[in-house]
Structures are given as C-alpha cells and as structure tokens.
C-alpha cells in the first residue's frame, strides 16, 4: 500500500479515536466497549478460579456494603468478590468486576479508607482506563511501524534508531499517561466517595498508612505507573474543598454509610 495512503489512514484513525474522560481529560480509545468488558469478565472469571475466595461473612458484609454505596452513585450491577489475599490491594475491571484483597481489609481502620480505595478503581473503569491503555499501546505501535516503514533504515545505527522509538513509546507516553491514569481515578474517586457520604479526609489517612506498609520500597516515580505517595497526598489535599462539600449534600440527603468492620 502506498506510504501516503497508510498515514492518511492512521491520522484518520487516530482522530476518530479521539474520546473526553469524566475529568474532561482527552482521550485516544480505539477499542470497542464490549469487547473491552468480555475481556475484563474473562479476567475477573479466571481470578476467582485460580484465587482462593473469603468465606468470612462479617469481611465479606463490610466489603459489599462500602462497595454498594459506591457504586450505587454511578448504576449498573457490580460483582464484589473478596479474594484471599496478604498484598494490599484492591482493583475493578471492565464489565463491572470489584475485587479486594484480605490484606487491604485488615490494613484499613474504618468504612471511610477502604472507601477511597474502592472509588478509586471504580474511577479506573468509568474513565476507560483500560479501554485507553491499550489504545494507547497500539497507537504507540502503530506509529513506530509506521515510522519504520517510511523510514526503511538499513544500517545498524538507523534501526537501532527505531528501536529507541519503542522505548520512548513507554517511557514517554505510556507509563506517563498510567501515572495520569492513577491520579485521574483518585479524583473520580475521592468525588465518588464524598457522593455516597463517606469522609474523603480519611484517603489521606488511607495513603498515609500505605506510605507506611511500603516502608519506603516504592520505585522512582519517573519510571512507576504509580505517582509517589508524597505526590497523592499532596494532590488528594487539594481535592478535598470541593469533595468536602459533595460530603455535606450527600449527608443532606440522607447518604450516610455505616459499614462496620
């Protein structure tokens, strides 16, 4: 096919993939939704047969009542599993698949910090950030074909020079966007929480103590999907203004969680 035809193609493409995030961010999506929620009800099946699942009725009753509040802000039926797990972590998945670890569970003290963490990843999903990550990749692919293509380098400095594109595909716009992603979803879920009425103070608690689990065993932000702790607090503080009033309306309303550990 002609070079000219393929980056016509390809620009063309990558502006009907342009979507907004719930935060008015831009968006490059190319995949299709449902195609992205078989995957995640694949994933979340595949979990719960190779992961040992909480029988433990007062760990499960909390778990679901904080998520139910949750989710009960943006609709839809969600699935809650609590797997047994030490590792501190929690996460959703497209198709609306919630998943906690034992470990986070114990690590919390009250309905309000698990909260942050639940709104957290629900934020991940109604944001697409799936859906994006792999748009993202396959552009980030695509675009170094592309560039090969045109570029045909025959000598071992130009192709190493294509090979280097991959790299700086990953390191400067994949891994940055997952660190965006990561601070995309605390805002969608510190708004979350403080919507269904729990304290959106208690995620700077939450990351505080995450801060303290890690004992400093965190990797330079630069090259982590995550934004460093000091870097979440710091951002979650400035949120809490406006979560602070969502708080006040809901409790106006009547949303007031009281999920006991």
Excluded at 170 to 190: C, K, Q, T
Aim: with cysteine; proline share 4%; hydrophobic share 45%.
């Amino acid at each position: 096919m002609n070079i000219r035809i393929i980056i016509i193609l390809f620009i063309l493409m990558m502006i009907s993939a342009c979507a907004t995030s719930p935060t008015g961010r831009s968006q490059l999506i190319f995949m299709p939704d449902n195609e992205v929620d078989a995957m995640g009800l694949q994933a979340f099946d595949n979990l719960k047969s190779e992961k040992p699942i909480s029988r433990k009725a007062q760990e499960n009753q909390f778990v679901q009542c904080i998520a139910n509040a949750i989710t009960r802000e943006v609709g839809g039926d969600w699935e809650v599993v609590v797997f047994e797990d030490e590792t501190l972590n929690a996460f959703a998945l497209p198709g609306n698949k919630i998943g906690v670890h034992t470990g986070l569970v114990d690590l919390v003290d009250n309905q309000d910090q698990l909260a942050s963490v639940i709104g957290h990843e629900v934020g991940h999903v109604l944001a697409k950030h799936s859906n994006e990550r792999m748009s993202q990749k396959l552009g980030a692919q695509m675009g170094v074909s592309l560039i090969a293509a045109v570029a045909a380098p025959q000598t071992a400095l130009g192709q190493t020079a294509v090979s280097l594109l991959g790299v700086g595909a990953e390191y400067g716009i994949i891994m940055p966007f997952s660190r965006l992603h990561e601070s995309e979803a605390d805002n969608i879920g510190v708004e979350l929480m403080a919507k269904a009425g729990f304290n959106p103070r208690e995620s700077i608690a939450l990351w505080q103590k995450m801060a303290q689990a890690s004992q400093g065993a965190q990797p330079v932000e630069f090259l982590s999907t995550h934004p460093s702790h000091a870097t979440r607090i710091e951002d979650l503080q400035a949120l809490m203004p406006k979560a602070l009033s969502l708080m006040q309306q809901a409790h106006a309303a009547g949303k007031k969680p009281s999920c006991a550990k």
